[in-house]
C-alpha cells in the first residue's frame, strides 16, 4: 500500500519549542523542600538548582535514608554551588516544614507513602508537586481527594509522557475532529530486557510497595489515553499474571537461581545482571546506603519474593462510551508502544519506539545501540489512502517532554499552554484509579466499577468537567 508523506500543523506551537526566555531575578524565591531522595529526585533538584535557580530554591531534603541525603545535598554543593539545605530524617517530615517553610513540597518517595506525604504537606498549608502515580489504590485516593476538598491546596502530577512531541501532535489531531468521534482505542505497550526487568530487583516487585506494574508504570499510559480522548473511566476488567521473571518461571525453564542479588556475585553469564559498584551514582544512592535501612536495589530478577505481575491486559470503559484495549509486558526485546484510535471517520496510529533510560544489566547494551526502529505516525480517513504525518523532534529527557514540564513547574511566568497537558489531583485519581480497579479484577475475576471505589471522583463525563 502506498503511503503518502506530509506536514501539516505549526510544530512551534505544537511543541513550545520557540527559545526560552530570559528569566530575570525575582525578588522573592520560591521555595521547595522534596520527600524521598533516590533517583528520582534529580528531576527536580536539578532545574531548581540550575535553569530556575533565580526564582526558586530548594530549602529542605527528608528521607528515611541519611547515606541518600548526604549524597544529594554534597552533589547540589559541588556540582551547583548550593548551599544551606537542611536534612531531615523522614519522622522529622512536619519539622522540615514548621523550619523551611516551603510554599511546595516535592514527594518522590515510594510509591505507597505518596499519601501520606502529600496530605501532611497540604494539612500545614503546602501545594504540592509528586512524581507519578499519584498513590497505588482507592482509599489513598480517596484520602487524597478529599484532603484537596478540605485543605483547598493544589497537587501537580508530573505526567512528562503528555510533553513529548508525538503524543502531543496525537492530542491536537484528536481535538481537532480528524477521526470524528471515537469509539475504541488499542494501546500496546512494550518493556523491554533492560528496563522492564529493572522493576523485578527494585521495591516495584513488591505489589503493597508500588501497585504493580499496573498502578506504577501504566499510570502514564492510562493519562495518555484519558487525556487523548478527554474521558472518565467508569469500569474495568484485567487479567494479569508472572509469565516470565520470579523464581517458579526460571524453573519451569531449566533457569538455576544461585544468588539472591548480583552485586559481588558470580554473574559472568547472566544478561540480567546489575552490578551497583560500577557505577558511581547507584554505588551513592543504593549500595553505599544499604547499611541506613538494608534495602537492597539489586535482586535477582529470577529469585522469590516478587508479587507483581509481568503480562497484563485490560479492557476499560469509559463513560463517554469510548473502550480501552490495553496491554502491558515486561519481557520484550524491543521498548516503546503502539496506540490505534478508531473513530468514525477514520483511524490515527500512532508508534513509538524507547531507547532504555533504566542504568541496568549487561545484556542489551550493544542491542540498544543497534536499534533502528522508529517513530511513526499514520492518518488514515474513511475512504481514503494512508498518510504518514511528520514527527517533530525535540531535545531533553524522556524524548523532549522533561524541559518543557520543568517550566510549567519551576518558572514563575511559564510560557502559555493551549494543550491542556498540566494534570492535577483529576488527572492522577483518573489514571490510577484504572490501574487499582485493575488489581482488584485481577484478584476477584470480575467487572469492577471505578465509582464504587472511588466516589469522589464524581460522575462527570470528561476530564475537563471534573470538580
Known sequence: ?????????????????????????????????????GGRATMFLDPIATTYKNNAEIVGLCDINPTRLSYHKKRLEQDFNIKNISLYDANN????????????????????????????????????????????????????????????KKLRVTFNYRWAPGPTKVKQLLQEGTIGDIIHVDMEYWLNTSHG??????WHREKNKSGGLIVHKSTHHFDLVNWWINAVPESVFGMGKLA?????NAKNRGIETTYSRYTGNSYKEDPFALDLSKNDQLKALYLNAEKDDGYIRDRNVFDDGITIEDTMSLLVHYRTGTTLNYSLNAYLPREGYKVVF????????????HNSHIITGQGNKQLAKEMKWENKLILQKLFSSPQELEIPSSEGG????????????FDSNPRAEIWGRNA?????????????AANLSFKNQKLINIAEICPELGNAKQLDELY
Open 1 to 37: 500500500m502506498q503511503i503518502n508523506k506530509y506536514k501539516i500543523f505549526d510544530y512551534a506551537s505544537v511543541l513550545n519549542t520557540f527559545p526560552i526566555k530570559e528569566r530575570e531575578m525575582s525578588q522573592t524565591k520560591t521555595k521547595y523542600a522534596l520527600v524521598g531522595t
Open 93 to 152: 517530615f512536619d519539622k522540615m516544614i514548621d523550619e523551611c517553610k516551603p510554599e511546595h513540597v516535592i514527594v518522590t518517595t515510594i510509591d505507597a507513602f505518596h499519601h501520606k506525604y502529600i496530605i501532611r504537606a497540604m494539612e500545614l498549608g503546602c501545594d504540592v508537586i509528586t512524581e507519578k502515580p499519584m498513590t497505588i489504590d482507592g482509599e489513598k485516593c480517596r484520602a487524597i481527594l478529599q484532603t484537596i476538598q478540605s485543605t483547598g
Open 197 to 202: 526487568a529493572d522493576y523485578f530487583r527494585r
Open 244 to 248: 516470565f521473571y520470579g523464581q517458579e
Open 342 to 353: 478508531n473513530g468514525n471517520k477514520g483511524i490515527i496510529e500512532y508508534t513509538e519506539a
Open 398 to 409: 524522556h524524548g523532549g517532554a522533561d524541559p518543557l514540564i520543568q517550566e510549567q513547574i
Open 424 to 436: 492535577g489531583h483529576e488527572q492522577g485519581a483518573s489514571s490510577i484509579l484504572i490501574g487499582s
